[in-house]
């Protein structure tokens, strides 16, 4: 495959394009906003006083429930993304399997319109949530399967020397894309009110699917790194377990993925729980301050992914990672003794801004610059995925299981014990690749 080549990188990037309106809009902005607002009661001060929902005939506070359904959706992606990966290397099928997930993320968006909650008593008795939850769980299945795919695109397309830059323009049209949808649902919503909020869902998918197209004109298919075709899916545990054996042996790689795993989980949980905090800990938010709050995250994170490349650049990748952990640790700590009023949760979420795409661009391209020359990509980044889809279902877990023995603002210390064990691990990483040193 080509590296450099404008035309496939340009392919490339625009799926970050294609497939960052689900993150936002359904993982961020307008789906959590509508399953609070028909799962819970709050008082006239704006604070919530009931919050409870049914599923299976077990109760659970809302975001707990959501927070669990989520980390679901993360063990089934952790459990199955190996083995695909090792058929789609030794198959060829990469393109393939990163369009299967891309269709089943996007159509089960679609049908996010159909969610509804019911209370069928005035006191007491709990929303009934039903099955028309499931669609977010298959949506984030489809989301985050074709992102192992996708992200084992850039060391085939890039040289060492540009993944940096690739990886932040990447994220940067994502941050871009699915601020353009999102604006544009505002208006068709919010203020000109030509449609109800649910066809937000519906928007999600058409944006996705027709993007993605483009995307997946310009992608390359990948060639079979096995010759014989038979017995696919045994040789797709072979080779996954192949490549597990040559990660134990590059130690620096093996570091750098315990160091990801642990702070990459903090941040992903505050990417999913942040919209369910802010409903319930922000004293007189309103729907509109949330989505201004997404908004300011949005633009500052794409000022974020170039600024966090270009510190790389000057301090090499391990230390820029560094300097980012660091100050999430901070952001979470503020968050959780000062931010009670809208005013400042919209300081928190302009810091988040300035650290989320830079923090989640670097992670991916100082993992793609650690990587051997190799067949195998896929399957190289499905551990890459395996260790960020297992952090992300302890961290919802654990956030979820502390607000229900809890509250919801103790989850907050949890994720910076995540932080703090990330740094230390990144600390301790055996430098040897000059590529993210300097």
């Given at each position: 495959?080509?590296?450099g080549n404008k035309r496939i990188i340009t392919g490339w990037v625009f799926y970050d394009w294609a497939n960052s309106v689900y993150p936002l809009i359904i993982s961020s902005a307008i789906f959590p906003i509508l399953y609070e607002t028909q799962t819970s009661v709050k008082n006239d001060s704006g604070r919530?006083?009931?919050?409870?929902?049914?599923?299976?005939?077990?109760?659970?506070?809302?975001?707990?429930?959501?927070?669990?359904?989520?980390?679901?959706?993360?063990?089934?992606?952790?459990?199955?993304?190996?083995?695909?990966?090792?058929?789609?290397?030794?198959?060829?099928?990469?393109?393939?399997?990163?369009?299967?997930?891309?269709?089943?993320?996007?159509?089960?968006?679609?049908?996010?319109?159909?969610?509804?909650?019911?209370?069928?008593?005035?006191?007491?008795?709990?929303?009934?949530?039903?099955?028309?939850?499931?669609?977010?769980?298959?949506?984030?299945?489809?989301?985050?399967?074709?992102?192992?795919?996708?992200?084992?695109?850039?060391?085939?397309?890039?040289?060492?020397?540009?993944?940096?830059?690739?990886?932040?323009?990447?994220?940067?049209?994502?941050?871009?894309?699915?601020?353009?949808?999102?604006?544009?649902?505002?208006?068709?919503?919010?203020?000109?009110?030509?449609?109800?909020?649910?066809?937000?869902?519906?928007?999600?998918?058409?944006?996705?699917?027709?993007?993605?197209?483009?995307?997946?004109?310009?992608?390359?298919?990948?060639k079979a790194s096995q010759t014989d075709q038979k017995n696919l899916i045994g040789k797709g545990y072979k080779e996954v377990f192949g490549v597990w054996k040559q990660i134990r042996k590059n130690k620096e790689l093996k570091g750098y993925l315990g160091s990801f795993f642990m702070f990459n989980m903090a941040?992903?949980?505050?990417?999913?729980?942040?919209?369910?905090?802010?409903?319930?800990?922000?004293?007189?938010?309103?729907?509109?301050?949330?989505?201004?709050?997404?908004?300011?995250?949005?633009?500052?994170?794409?000022?974020?992914?170039?600024?966090?490349?270009?510190?790389?650049?000057?301090?090499?990748?391990?230390?820029?990672?560094?300097?980012?952990?660091?100050?999430?640790?901070?952001?979470?700590?503020?968050?959780?003794?000062?931010?009670?009023?809208?005013?400042?949760?919209?300081?928190?979420?302009?810091?988040?801004?300035?650290?989320?795409?830079?923090?989640?661009?670097?992670?991916?391209?100082?993992?793609?610059?650690?990587?051997?020359?190799?067949?195998?990509?896929?399957?190289?980044?499905?551990?890459?995925?395996?260790?960020?889809?297992?952090?992300?279902?302890?961290?919802?877990?654990?956030?979820?299981?502390?607000?229900?023995?809890?509250?919801?603002?103790?989850?907050?210390?949890?994720?910076?014990?995540?932080?703090?064990?990330?740094?230390?691990?990144?600390?301790?990483?055996?430098?040897?690749?000059?590529?993210?040193?300097?």
């Amino acid at each position: 495959m080509e590296k450099g080549n404008k035309r496939i990188i340009t392919g490339w990037v625009f799926y970050d394009w294609a497939n960052s309106v689900y993150p936002l809009i359904i993982s961020s902005a307008i789906f959590p906003i509508l399953y609070e607002t028909q799962t819970s009661v709050k008082n006239d001060s704006g604070r919530t006083i009931f919050d409870t929902v049914s599923f299976l005939g077990r109760e659970f506070h809302n975001t707990e429930f959501y927070a669990y359904v989520i980390c679901l959706s993360y063990i089934v992606v952790a459990l199955i993304s190996p083995l695909l990966s090792g058929i789609a290397d030794a198959g060829g099928k990469r393109k393939s399997f990163m369009q299967f997930f891309c269709f089943l993320g996007a159509i089960s968006s679609a049908l996010l319109y159909f969610f509804h909650a019911d209370r069928y008593a005035l006191e007491g008795s709990p929303f009934y949530i039903g099955w028309s939850i499931i669609p977010l769980f298959f949506g984030s299945i489809g989301f985050w399967g074709s992102l192992v795919y996708y992200n084992a695109y850039l060391p085939d397309i890039a040289d060492p020397k540009d993944h940096d830059r690739v990886s932040a323009r990447g994220f940067s049209m994502g941050y871009l894309g699915s601020s353009t949808l999102l604006i544009i649902v505002l208006i068709l919503t919010v203020f000109t009110k030509v449609i109800d909020i649910r066809w937000a869902f519906p928007l999600v998918s058409l944006w996705w699917i027709s993007f993605a197209l483009f995307s997946f004109s310009r992608l390359p298919r990948t060639k079979a790194s096995q010759t014989d075709q038979k017995n696919l899916i045994g040789k797709g545990y072979k080779e996954v377990f192949g490549v597990w054996k040559q990660i134990r042996k590059n130690k620096e790689l093996k570091g750098y993925l315990g160091s990801f795993f642990m702070f990459n989980m903090a941040v992903q949980t505050i990417m999913v729980m942040a919209v369910a905090f802010a409903n319930k800990e922000v004293i007189g938010i309103k729907q509109t301050d949330l989505i201004v709050s997404i908004l300011i995250i949005q633009f500052i994170g794409i000022l974020g992914a170039f600024v966090m490349s270009k510190v790389s650049k000057w301090i090499g990748n391990y230390k820029a990672l560094g300097v980012a952990i660091f100050i999430w640790i901070l952001l979470c700590l503020f968050v959780y003794q000062f931010v009670w009023y809208p005013w400042q949760f919209y300081i928190a979420a302009a810091v988040v801004g300035l650290v989320m795409g830079g923090i989640q661009s670097l992670s991916r391209s100082t993992y793609s610059k650690l990587l051997p020359q190799t067949k195998d990509l896929t399957s190289y980044f499905s551990f890459y995925d395996l260790a960020e889809k297992i952090g992300l279902a302890i961290g919802t877990l654990t956030f979820g299981i502390i607000e229900g023995m809890l509250d919801i603002r103790t989850s907050i210390l949890a994720l910076v014990i995540f932080f703090l064990l990330g740094l230390i691990l990144l600390i301790r990483i055996p430098k040897q690749n000059n590529a993210t040193n300097h």
